[in-house]
């Protein structure tokens, strides 16, 4: 059996991030208005500073306006709160993002929840939870399953109706609204997680597989359904695996065992280069589309599911 077709996530979320940056010229020309985003980061977290540094970046080339705001890691939660109602209250403002992790004094239910949810970017709040849930339009769908959903319909097409999805995890963030996804799609979904029995087992029915558990190398070649399309969602820093690369070296590795599903997926996402680059070009996304609601012009389709 020939390997796997690799789903190139760089190559597609650079696309996006095109079409994104002339929907928001086409924003500017028909309504003069410039999509905005405040970027918060509370704490100075390596991680978290590299990935705000990146959307702040990414905001910048596409042609919408960028609101920095670092806070201190003892920002006291009150004053986060104060933060995100006046951000609420800005005009200038159509997205807000709250980088997470946050530092453990703060809230993070409590500080997601104050968010308007027709700013909330990242589509956290529980109104856009809840919409997606129960499949109502204009839900704001979190970047990464959203992501994922795309490079999905790149590979098997739009119609994935009758097809079988497990979905690897179930975080608030990724694995649920995953699953609401794909069940939107007409698929046939399992959510499963680490205590779920015989999971290698429910893992080699799936056609559609997307792990999300945050274990590195956890789902191994054996456990996918030959043809099967893969979607890794881990991103789990390792010691590398070269003692020549030597001591302290670390390397990114996903949720599945790359070299051993290779050979039997059909079609896989790499890591690093799959998911994680579309996270941020859905979140580019995302924000042209809350500025195009609250300028009454139409949303981009690849944001309105
Ligand atoms: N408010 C949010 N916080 C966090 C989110 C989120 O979507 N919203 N997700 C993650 C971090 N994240 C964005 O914030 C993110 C993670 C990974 C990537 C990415 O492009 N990864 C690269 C590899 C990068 C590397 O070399 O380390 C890849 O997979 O190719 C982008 C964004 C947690 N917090």
Not at 237 to 255: F, H, N, Q, S, W
């Amino acid at each position: 059996m020939a390997d796997a077709k690799i789903i190139d996530g760089k190559a597609f979320a650079a696309g996006l991030r095109a079409r994104v940056a002339d929907g928001v010229a086409a924003l500017k020309a028909s309504h003069g208005v410039t999509p905005g985003l405040a970027v918060v980061l509370v704490g100075e977290d390596p991680a978290s500073q590299v990935y705000v540094k990146s959307k702040e970046r990414a905001l910048v080339e596409l042609g919408m306006n960028s609101f920095d705001h670092h806070e201190a890691a003892d920002m006291a939660e009150a004053d986060l709160l104060a933060l995100i109602d006046r951000l609420n209250a800005d005009p200038a403002v159509h997205g807000i993002l709250v980088q997470l992790p946050l530092p453990k004094h703060i809230d993070t239910q409590k500080i997601l929840a104050r968010i308007a949810p027709e700013k909330d970017a990242d589509g956290f709040h529980v109104v856009n939870a809840g919409l997606l849930a129960t499949g109502q339009p204009g839900a704001i769908v979190p970047c990464t399953p959203l992501g994922s959903l795309l490079l999905i319909r790149d590979t098997l097409g739009h119609d994935l109706k009758g097809k079988r999805a497990l979905v690897l995890g179930r975080s608030n963030i990724v694995g649920k609204p995953m699953a609401h996804l794909l069940l939107q799609a007409d698929c046939t979904v399992t959510l499963a997680h680490s205590r779920t029995v015989d999971l290698a087992e429910e893992c080699r029915r799936a056609d559609i597989l997307v792990a999300a558990v945050g274990r590195p190398e956890m789902v191994r070649g054996d456990w996918i359904k030959p043809g099967a399309t893969v979607i890794d969602v881990g991103i789990n820093r390792v010691p590398a695996a070269d003692p020549a690369a030597g001591p302290g070296k670390t390397r990114l590795v996903g949720d599945v065992a790359f070299a051993e599903a290779v050979k039997v997926a059909g079609a896989i996402t790499p890591v690093p280069g799959g998911v994680g680059p579309m996270t941020i070009a859905c979140l580019m996304l995302n924000t042209l589309a809350a500025a195009c609601r609250a300028a009454g012009a139409p949303i981009p389709a690849e944001a309105a599911l």
